[in-house]
């Protein structure tokens, strides 16, 4: 976990800067009995914000959007190892009819 400061330096950031994202909901540090903390995921997220705005120039409603597209994809992710996992658990002739099901409910692909 990143201190403050040291997450100001890594990151590239002015504190003032930082403090608007925290306050956008761009990054959430970990707060708790302390300093605030950072994890290197929010390491790597003010960057990509840095580079959305400065280098490609997306205004704030954009990284918003695209941050929440971003954890959306994240969340999705998270839930489909949950049930890979679930799923990779059950009796093989379970697994076999639900992926008979998965393939029938498939659409066609378009040429």
């Keep these: 976990m990143l201190e403050y400061q040291e997450f100001c330096l890594r990151a590239e950031l002015e504190g ?19 300093p605030r903390r ?6 790597a997220r003010a960057r990509l914000i840095h580079d959305l705005h400065d280098d490609l120039g997306v205004n704030d409603e954009g990284i918003a959007i695209i941050l929440d597209l971003l954890d959306q994809m994240h969340g999705l992710r998270h839930s489909l190892r949950e049930l890979s996992a679930a799923l990779s658990v059950l009796p093989e002739p379970m697994r076999a009819r639900i992926q008979e099901e998965l393939r029938a409910r498939r659409l066609p692909t378009r040429v």
């Design 16 to 34: 003032e800067v930082l403090e608007t994202w925290i306050a956008a909901g761009w990054l959430i540090p970990e707060t708790g009995e302390g």
């Design 38 to 43: 950072f994890s290197e995921a929010d390491l």
